[in-house]
């Protein structure tokens, strides 16, 4: 491989290949006698027609050629040689007897690489080649760096250029661009441009400051790093980057700059697209939540620095689940656009606002921080940066609550987007934002509890009793959009087998860094109606669980859920149950409900004829809590029950209270005399266990086997305790059975 492939001699082992090209044979055998004994392998012709003719199919690493030649001289040889594809870059050594200077620069001008005297100085000669060829491999290389750097620069718009000080005269008329700087501004290779040329691309809104900024930076001698849009000579608008470092001559002068540059506009378009993206609201187009909070905390800091007062008002709209639910998420959509419209107009809103722009706008700068946002789901805010009182701050509210009024025309019908504005005031009401969203937020509830479609201030008032359950009611609105809402599973076991046969799904809400417990929101989402949608949710994941442990370990035992009574009202119930097991393709016997003793004798009557119709589809029914409430012997012996859970009140004082046990040992005797399966529940020793166990019941519920545990750690569970069968509460004659049923039994459940 020849050397303007790109392989150094002296990464190959073979000898550097010439061609010789002289009429004088005996000269030409000397000399290539002299070569080969130094190293190179020779190839020779007598003329240079049978050179160009071997070199139409072959090509060596250097040519040497006799200037005076008969025919085709050295001289034509050469420019016919250079003129052949690929031969550009091949050296090329003149022999000449001629040593006069018209001789000399004729081998130049014809493209030789250099010129030797003829003389029998062989070595001379063969030194003369060899530095030939190290020099064209170093032109080599620099010009694929070049093309490479040529190329880098292209791909990525950009240029290099040199601004320099011509002596006497300033900056103006210095400036040279590379190819791919004058391709940059839209030039070709052979245009000549000036600095003035550049600054009449420049609007002049922008010129100015830029000649502001290039003045100083010659004053400092800094380093130039900044965007200029500009608009090129083919009328494309572009944003271009500059950057340069200075140059200095001997005396330390700054004499020149040096410096590139490219075209940003798609990398700046991208950037501008991300910061929208992360700042406003995808649907409605108003600042998001980042962006009105970022607003809000610049506002607050203007507040305090000029002591004046900053309003936030939260503004939530009402029954539009409703109209989402009824007409549609594509018409909800609709509606929150048009919302979003109006209230546009109701503050004086500005767009683009954001980090590090309002340093520069003066005194008043922070009343561009106002503008209404979307919070997220149905709720918005408007933040106004200077009210004089809280009456500033209710006229607003008074002109969104006047512009909402007017009905908005969704999916072809009237629809009216009412809304409760809650108020809160900087720093009467807080010193954050967070503390004015809370406070705003318990304001906009009481609104809502009060009967809507208002505006009110917060006051001290409103964060007494009621203000954590108003916050609570508030958040827990918002938990299943959000996704909040957890089921953990509580295994049952029974104690006689040492198996799993069934687990109880236990609700949590994951609010923040915070797993609330049923018993601290349940009681406010069945005050609020909240718990309708949140057991209907439970329904269907509790659906989803079982198919992923169906398919996970082989489970087909059930998953109970708790329901309230009012649950057992509802007639599409039935429909509700039977679309989640068939969404996942499981049978209705995997799915279990759960109801108080004290809620099914509450509305019994109205709770049976749906008992009936859940146990006709094969959803079993369990009766929780059992004994605390006050059921007749004659309704259970006709309730289409499965099961009764002994309550944890009872279990927990076994062996101490003797009340306890007896309580235990009749609910025990009923449950078998009426055929029901009994599950004790809240066992958490083994103490408990031994005297459950003792009295019948095999089947329990509580810490001593598994504390309620997330879906993904329920399979761990049984690998590591129940498959093993080494858990203190597998009884002994259940550890030490080993026959093959049961071993392939548990081994398919996991």
Known sequence: MSLHHGVSLEATDR??????????????????????????????????????????????????????????????????????????????????????????NRAYQVGATDFFVKATQWSLLAGRLRYLLRASRTRQELERSKAKLARAQDLARMGSFDWWQEEGRSFVNGLELSEEGLRVFGYGPDDRVNLRDMLRMIAPTDREPLVRLARQILYQVSVIATDVPMTLPDGRFRIIHVEAEPEFDEHGHCCAYTGIV?????????????RHLANYDALTNLPNRRQLIWRAERALEFGRRLGHQVALLLIDLD????????????????????????????????????????????SRSHRTLEAVGRLGGDEFVALLPEVADEADAQRVATRILEALREPVV????????????????????????????????????????????????????????????????SALHKAIERDELVLYYQPKVDVASGKMVGVEALMRWRRGDLLIQPADFIPVAEETGLIVPMSEWALRQAAKQARIWADAFGFADSIAVNMPNRMFERTDLIEQISAAVRDEGIPHSMIQLEITETGLMKDLQRVIPSLHRLTEIGVQIAVDDFGTGYSSLAYLTSLPIAEVK?????????????????????????????????????????????????????????????????????????????????????????????????????GRRS
């Not at 690493?61 to 594809?85: H, K, Y």
Request: hydrophobic letters at 45%; aromatic letters at 6%.
């Open 15 to 104: 000898r550097p290949t010439v061609l010789l090209v002289d009429d004088d044979e005996v000269n030409l055998l000397m000399t290539a006698a002299a070569l080969r004994d130094r190293g190179f392998d020779i190839t020779s012709t007598t003329g240079g027609e049978e050179a160009l003719t071997r070199l139409a199919s072959w090509t060596p690493d250097v040519v040497v050629l006799d200037a005076i030649m008969p025919g085709l001289d050295g001289f034509e040889t050469c420019i016919a040689l250079r003129n052949m594809p690929g031969f550009d870059n091949v050296p090329v050594l003149m022999l000449t007897g001629l040593d006069d200077e018209a001789s000399i």
């Open 262 to 274: 490219q075209d940003v506009t798609d990398r700046r378009i991208a950037e501008d697209r991300i």
């Open 319 to 362: 029954r539009f689940k409703v109209i989402n639910d009824t007409l549609g998420h594509a018409a909800g959509d609709e509606l929150l656009m048009e919302v979003a419209f109006r209230l546009r107009g109701c503050v004086r809103h500005c767009e683009q606002l954001f980090e590090g722009v309002i340093e520069t706008a003066g």
């Open 646 to 746: 002994i309550d944890r009140s009872f279990v927990r004082d076994l062996g101490v209270l003797p009340q306890s046990l007896a309580v235990v040992t009749a609910i025990i005797a009923l449950a078998k005399s009426l055929d029901l399966k009994v599950v004790a529940e809240g066992v958490e020793n083994q103490r408990q266990q031994d005297v459950l166990y003792g009295e019948g019941c095999s089947l329990m519920q509580g810490f001593l086997f598994s504390k309620p545990l997330p879906p993904e750690d329920i399979q761990v569970w049984m690998e590591q305790v129940v498959l093993p069968r080494k858990a203190p509460w597998i009884p002994a004659s259940s550890k030490a059975r080993t026959g093959t049923d049961d071993v392939v039994d548990v």
């Open 410 to 473: 969704v999916a072809g019908q009237d629809c009216f987007a009412t809304a409760s504005v809650g108020i809160a005031l900087f720093p009467r009401d807080g010193n954050t934002v967070a503390d004015l969203l809370r406070n705003s937020d318990v304001a906009m509830y009481a609104v809502k509890s009060q009967g809507r479609n208002d505006a009110l201030v917060y006051t001290p008032r409103l964060a007494g009793r009621g203000r954590e359950k108003l916050a609570l009611e």
